[in-house]
């Protein structure tokens, strides 16, 4: 009895073996995923301090910022080099004053494109770098709007995180504020180009 399940095993390893052999170019060449996810607190993502939030991006990652936890819905972003990154959010972005449930998104999705799209903008030759600004005008409870200001950073080969979460200041323990890994900047904010 035991000799009539020998054939079975041995079909079934020969047959994993070509399968993980051929595999192996896919899984040599699948993209890095970093999952990691950092938390901010509302007041330094408002730049409250006086420093501008800096945020890493990667052409080989995109970037979601969730105000999820603010209970905010994002009424208004800007980039300030709209030819490098593209966005996308989880929901449609709501008009001011709109009170359709079919809108209000509550996450940015950054993605940094591969090469940059010639919009014809005219900007100053230091918006060609690898520094833009993003701003995100948000509506909160009682219709208490806020504005946030983040500075990205572009071609990291590899970020620290994937997901940027905005959490209520009382929510989060004292974090090291996010700051460039990228070429420094003296006395500069994202608005100056």
Same mark, same amino acid.
């Given at each position: 009895m035991v000799m009539s399940f020998l054939p079975c095993r041995k079909y079934a390893i020969s047959g994993i073996v070509p399968f993980l052999f051929l595999s192996l170019p896919a899984i040599a060449h699948a993209e890095t995923i970093f999952p990691a996810k950092r938390q901010i607190g509302v007041s330094q993502a408002m730049g409250?301090? &006086?420093?501008?939030?800096?945020? #890493? @991006?990667?052409?080989? /990652?995109s970037?979601?910022?969730?105000?999820?936890?603010?209970?905010? %819905?994002?009424?208004?972003?800007?980039?300030?080099?709209?030819?490098?990154?593209?966005?996308?959010?989880?929901?449609?972005?709501?008009k001011?004053?709109?009170?359709?449930?079919?809108?209000?998104a509550t996450v940015i999705n950054l993605r940094q494109l591969d090469q940059?799209?010639?919009?014809?903008?005219?900007?100053?030759?230091?918006?060609?770098?690898?520094?833009?600004?993003l701003t995100?005008?948000?509506? &909160?409870?009682?219709?208490?709007? #806020? @504005?946030?200001?983040? /500075?990205?950073?572009?071609?990291?080969p590899t970020p620290a995180y994937? %997901?940027?979460?905005?959490?209520p200041d009382a929510q989060i323990p004292r974090l090291a504020p996010l700051t460039p890994n990228a070429p420094a900047q003296t006395n500069k904010t994202s608005l100056d180009f």
């Open positions: 409250v301090s &006086g420093v501008t939030s800096v945020v #890493n @991006l990667s052409p080989m /990652q970037l979601n910022i969730s105000f999820i936890k603010t209970g905010e %819905i994002i009424k208004k972003v800007w980039l300030g080099n709209p030819s490098k990154v593209v966005m996308d959010y989880d929901s449609p972005l709501c001011d004053g709109a009170k359709d449930s079919n809108c209000g940059p799209i010639d919009l014809d903008m005219n900007l100053p030759a230091s918006a060609r770098g690898d520094l833009t600004s995100v005008i948000t509506t &909160g409870a009682g219709g208490l709007r #806020n @504005l946030y200001q983040f /500075q990205l950073v572009l071609n990291v994937s %997901i940027l979460e905005v959490v």
